[in-house]
């Protein structure tokens, strides 16, 4: 079992940046593939972001390619969010999540194909 910790989400004017930290414990990340989900108020989960075992691929949403990259470190135990050029319709609560399929990260965009999740982190855009 693993267990995920989610820092670095804030408030930032919009066109600024963040980036969110998820910290693992208990099993090694490296055993996982990685995703970032949000949920906006009144909405579902959406995914976000995916990385592969050992990072050599990625896969994003319409919403961020261009302005989000998803990234780890496994010998830290870390995946990262690096979030560019934000937009009010960012703001959302982001969870990290791990999974221990063996699908290819084109078809792991459900929130059902992940195992493990973290606790959320606020990430609030103004305008």
């Known amino acids: 079992q693993v267990q995920l910790v989610e820092s670095g989400g804030g408030l930032v004017q919009a066109g600024g940046s963040l980036r969110l930290s998820c910290a693992a414990s208990?099993?090694?990340?490296?055993?996982?593939?990685m995703g970032w989900f949000r949920q906006a108020p009144g909405k579902e989960r959406e995914f976000v972001a995916s990385i592969s075992r050992s990072g050599g691929s990625r896969y994003y949403a319409d919403s961020g390619k261009g302005r989000f990259t998803i990234s780890r470190d496994n010998a830290e135990n870390t995946v990262y969010l690096q979030m560019n050029s934000l937009k009010p319709e960012d703001t959302a609560v982001y969870y990290c999540?791990?999974?221990?399929?063996?699908?290819?990260?084109?078809?792991?965009?459900?929130?059902?194909?992940?195992?493990?999740w973290g606790q959320g982190a606020q990430v609030t855009v103004s305008s």
């Open positions: 999540a791990a999974s221990s399929s063996l699908a290819v990260l084109a078809v792991m965009t459900t929130a059902g194909g992940y195992d493990y």
């Open positions: 208990g099993r090694t990340l490296s055993s996982y593939n």
